[in-house]
């Protein structure tokens, strides 16, 4: 039987007090286990920063969007999504979920609190032990179905959430094979048989949904909601509220708000996309700011082969710059090395 994304993430196990969240509720103010040096190159406030966003933005109808899709996966990792065929309903509905999901008192969500070993439910973001500061974050994790973990929560009336992220997770899954198939068109030379996985059955798909939740906060400038870091999937789908806070890197740039623009989704890639085209396309590092006046919800869908698919770089006219190995193997290198993951792999001579 194949091994699930789930059972990927068994053999590291997290300490309870990298899951655990604070209260946020209760806070007045930045205490000191959140508190980050203050950064000279962006702050949390930054709702009025700028107009517009230079991330590209992208409409699926165009008859250029796969050729945009991937100038925009070359040069940001990045980009906005309109016109991709997700009712806005569809969205909506998981963000009213999302947020009647955080505003639970504490210890009702801590039902449903991820374990040890576990890699769905309620807790802190799993890149939490890298940091030597906490971030003012909450999530709740979903691979396959989320009613085991609904239930914990709301005992007679867990159906409702379970219907809106089962369909949430159907519709984005649908949307992500619709842009692999652009994406490995455009690389070309990817056999039949390589992408067979894309429109496959989900049961031992590497996909999850990730609901977060950034709550106000006391002192901004000095908090992080979520710490830099790039994806581990093929590509990541984002639905975000519509308040600031997510900020992509680019060389020469800095780090660069991704304004919320209505009815877009955003899409970065990630770390086996980057392998797969052999660095050609980036894997966008991100990070997430927090503010003083506004909550921020946002969902993310991740996206990825198999963990037994084997991802080789696809070589054409050049070396391969990464060996060839498995989602899951990935999977464990990045879980104790999350900044160095890819250097561990790469195949090029200091």
Known sequence: MATTLSEAYRDHPLHLHHIIPLDFSSLRTLPDSHAWPQSEDGDGDDDNHGIGSPIPIIDLMDPNAMEL??????????????????????VEEVEEEAKRLFALPADRKLKALRSATGATGYG???ISPFFPKHMWHEGFTIMGSPCDDAKKIWPNDYAPFCTIMDNYQKQMKALADKLAHMIFNLLGGISEEQKRWINGSTNNLCEAVQLNFYPRCPEPNRAMGLAPHTDTSLLTILHQSQTNGLQIFKEGAGWVPVH??????????????????????????????????????????FYGPPVDHVVSPLVLDSLPRFRSLTVKEYIGIKAKNLRGALSLISMLKN
């Open 260 to 301: 919320p623009h209505p009815s877009s989704l955003v899409v970065h890639t990630g770390d086996i996309l980057h392998i797969l085209s052999n660095s050609r396309f980036r894997c966008a590092l991100h990070r997430v700011m927090v503010n003083s006046a506004r909550e921020r919800y946002s969902v993310a869908y």
């Open 69 to 90: 899709i991937g100038l925009a996966c070359e040069n940001w990792g990045a980009f906005q999504l309109k016109n991709h065929g997700i009712p806005l309903s569809v």
């Open 124 to 126: 802190r973001a799993r």
